[in-house]
């Protein structure tokens, strides 16, 4: 009698908070599929997925706390479907728990419903703050515009941006 192992966990939209380590028992999958309503991930629910390739984020999401993503080394795929201004709304924990850390490819709707990799990030006008940590591991915007409106941009924003080459302020 074989144990089936899912490749894909997919977090239904009736859950608006995922519990510390909630899914420990499917860290062998290669996808996660955060649906819309979750809000705050908290501390290692997502640790140690050494299998993990892909994740959905919701635009809905708010917070993630310490321990995700860590020794998550395979993970390729971000699918966020947020945009600018929710993405750096998100509370990070710390930098190491910021998905795009360990990412190779980071991915947003365009107008059209269609995913693409984004090269440029544009903070819309208004946005007041950036939270802790937003472009940690950032590997693919080489450049970010910062609104006017912006009076606080908090610790560690651009740790390990290396292919960041202009900050229009």
């Not at 290669?30 to 984020?57: D, G, M, R, S």
């Not at 479907?81 to 709304?89: E, L, V």
């Not at 090269?119 to 006008?125: D, K, L, Q, V």
Request: proline share 4%; hydrophobic share 35%.
């Amino acid at each position: 009698n074989k144990w089936y192992k899912p490749t894909i966990l997919e977090i239904s939209s009736d859950i608006e908070i995922i519990s510390q380590e909630m899914f420990n028992i499917f860290k062998d999958v290669e996808e996660i599929n955060i649906k819309a309503n979750v809000k705050e991930i908290y501390p290692n629910c997502f640790h140690q997925f050494e299998h993990l390739k892909t994740i959905y984020l919701p635009s809905s999401l708010q917070m993630i706390g310490y321990g995700n993503f860590e020794q998550c080394e395979l993970l390729e795929n971000i699918y966020y479907y947020g945009n600018y201004s929710n993405w750096i709304n998100i509370d990070f924990a710390s930098w190491d728990c910021n998905p795009m850390y360990r990412a190779e490819h980071f991915y947003m709707l365009n107008e059209k419903g269609d995913w693409y990799e984004p090269t440029r990030f544009i903070i819309p006008e208004g946005t007041t703050e950036i939270k802790y940590a937003a472009f940690a591991g950032n590997k693919w915007f080489n450049s970010i515009e910062i609104p006017s409106t912006i009076t606080h941009i908090k610790n560690e924003v651009f740790y390990e941006n290396y292919n960041l080459e202009n900050v229009y302020y």
